[in-house]
T-cell receptor, first 111, second 116 residues
Framework: DAGVTQSPTHLIKTRGQQVTLRCSPKSGHDTVSWYQQALGQGPQFIFQ???????QRGNFPDRFSGHQFPNYSSELNVNALLLGDSALYLC??????????FGPGTRLTVT | AQSVTQLDSQVPVFEEAPVELRCNYSSSVSVYLFWYVQYPNQGLQLLLK??????LVKGINGFEAEFNKSQTSFHLRKPSVHISDTAEYFC??????????????FGTGTSLTVIP
């Protein structure tokens, strides 16, 4: 059973550009959450998708947007990249409120 | 919103010695509590979780944690650490009774270094 997968593994972008990160949830999971983990910090909640709609959102600007597809996979889009957006982006999937399973993350570097 | 405090940012410990990593959370009527481990350049792996019932929770790799409601704490312990336990450890909480659903709130992490 494949766990949560994310692509790409690493990404380098320039300030002002746009980026799309992808996540495939664990088999059977219908909820996907995205987190940003800056260097030396704990993960910060960006948003959560369920039934193809954004169900919750953390304290992130509108430059951060997402999408969930009918097969439950998800994308995170970030527009107008800033240096401060450099971080590890983690995707987590879940079926219930009880726990979340995390993927290996995408390391985004903005130069 | 919930908040999580991990009191120690770095914990060095000698191999085969016991260790305790501390975690406190802001009060709530009910919470779910979790400990995750993160090895370098990897994602988060669940060590253990407290949902309800017994306050002593056993997890993988010999770790255990005790839920203390009166002190709003969920400290992680291991009686004898190994070199392979060197990693970053994160405490997390979710509040299923709030309107924020199952959003997880994480602490800033504790870096455990096991010294040979």
């Amino acid at each position: 059973d494949a766990g949560v997968t994310q692509s790409p593994t690493h990404l380098i972008k320039t300030r002002g550009q746009q980026v799309t990160l992808r996540c495939s949830p664990k088999s059977g999971h219908d909820t996907v959450s995205w987190y940003q983990q800056a260097l030396g910090q704990g993960p910060q909640f960006i948003f959560q998708y369920y039934e193809e709609e954004e169900r919750q959102r953390g304290n992130f600007p509108d430059r951060f947007s997402g999408h969930q597809f009918p097969n439950y996979s998800s994308e995170l889009n970030v527009n107008a990249l800033l240096l401060g957006d450099s971080a590890l982006y983690l995707c987590a999937s879940s079926l219930t409120l009880l726990e979340q399973y995390f993927g290996p993350g995408t390391r985004l570097t903005v130069t | 919103a919930q908040s999580v405090t991990q009191l120690d940012s770095q914990v060095p410990v000698f191999e085969e010695a016991p260790v305790e990593l501390r975690c406190n959370y802001s009060s709530s009527v009910s919470v779910y509590l979790f400990w995750y481990v993160q090895y370098p350049n990897q994602g988060l792996q669940l060590l253990l979780k407290y949902l309800s019932g017994s306050t002593l929770v056993k997890g993988i790799n010999g770790f255990e944690a005790e839920f203390n409601k009166s002190q709003t704490s969920f400290h992680l312990r291991k009686p004898s650490v190994h070199i392979s336990d060197t990693a970053e450890y994160f405490c997390a909480v979710s509040d299923p009774t709030s309107n924020t659903g199952n959003q997880f709130y994480f602490g800033t992490g504790t870096s455990l270094t096991v010294i040979p």
